[in-house]
């Protein structure tokens, strides 16, 4: 047979193939043309893969909502069948609790039989990974683990991750702008992420916090707010998370009737309570988290994708704390900010 003769073969086999199946390849995957509507569908790529997402806290808590968000805005349409798990260790921080929803959790996975695990924050990791999955043939992609993955012996030779980091030094530079001194408070719930944010932010610090009060009840955070008011400079605002009774109008209220120094959040949900915040963004880890996960169903080893940390933060400014304090923000200030708590109020 020439060769013209073979070439004309060849196309025209690939012709019947997209008329007969009514599909030709693309890069997402393949495109059917449906005959009767006249319209283009495309088969996802993903179609028939599995991720399990295990979060460490509960549905409406503002951080982990915001990494399911960046989840479905990477995985939405790619095919992936996406489950979800939250272990609610926010609202329940008795160890027992927490090791009970570990078991759920690991029993799903043996059920489900996922091809990828994503899970957020400390709990889930601490609590399911290290202890069932570690260096296991399961691909696990971790996010929101505070600061160091080491001291959980991460990575393993099946993970890879997003470190979480607190962009604290730009905080403590806005908030001393306007602070008489130096001496540095905490005040936050009494639970594990709290205490090792408040370890490695002391780092940031000179001298470290003069002051540190982890509390378990809203009635306990308003005495140890205003006690703190007279005793340091500047105040970080760490999360509720933990603290029973909390009441969000009512802490707001508090801290505009007894505010007396600047003080600085990393967590957007704590800004009506704080006077500036450099906060991350959940998202950012819920897209990188999800578009790891795909990059391993691709066929990437885990443990040839390079930790990283997180990178994107909004600043934003509260004026009813800072009218409350005397406090007339910089111009500069005022131009980067995201986000502006009760200017036109």
Request: a negative charge; charged letters at 25%; hydrophobic letters at 40%.
């Amino acid at each position: 047979m020439e060769f013209f003769d073979c070439v004309w073969v060849i196309c025209s086999l690939l012709v019947c193939f997209i008329f007969v199946s009514g599909c030709v390849p693309s890069k997402e995957g393949y495109v059917v043309f449906e005959k009767d509507s006249g319209k283009i569908q495309k088969v996802n790529k993903y179609e028939g893969e599995k991720i399990f997402f295990i979060n460490s806290y509960h549905e409406g808590y503002g951080w982990s909502d915001g990494i399911e968000r960046g989840i479905h805005s990477v995985l939405n349409n790619t095919g992936v069948e996406l489950r979800i798990f939250r272990m609610d260790s926010v609202r329940n921080t008795d160890e027992g609790f927490i090791k009970q929803k570990a078991e759920e959790a690991k029993l799903i996975i043996k059920d489900f039989r996922p091809d990828v695990v994503i899970t957020s924050d400390d709990a889930a990791f601490k609590y399911v990974i290290m202890p069932f999955f570690r260096d296991s043939a399961l691909p696990v992609v971790f996010c929101g683990i505070n600061w160091d993955a080491s001291i959980y012996g991460a990575p393993y030779n099946n993970t890879a991750g997003m470190v979480e980091v607190a962009l604290i030094s730009k905080i403590v530079e806005t908030t001393q702008q306007y602070s008489k001194g130096n001496r540095w408070g905490f005040l936050t719930g009494d639970v594990l992420s709290e205490h090792r944010n408040a370890q490695n932010w002391e780092g940031e610090l000179k001298g470290g916090f003069a002051e540190v009060g982890y509390v378990k009840t809203f009635d306990e955070w308003k005495l140890k707010y205003a006690e703190l008011q007279d005793k340091v400079d500047n105040l970080f605002i760490g999360s509720s998370a933990g603290i029973t009774g909390w009441d969000g109008m009512e802490a707001e209220k508090f801290v505009l009737e007894n505010t007396k120094i600047p003080s600085g959040t990393e967590l957007e949900i704590m800004m009506p309570f704080s006077l500036v915040g450099l906060v991350k963004v959940a998202e950012e880890q819920g897209e990188w988290s999800a578009q790891t996960a795909l990059e391993i169903l691709d066929g990437k080893k885990p443990s040839d994708i390079p930790l990283v940390k997180n990178k994107k933060g909004n600043l934003i400014i509260n004026f009813r704390i800072a009218e409350k304090l005397g406090i007339i923000f910089s111009p500069t200030i005022i131009k980067n900010a995201k986000i502006i708590i009760g200017r036109d109020e």
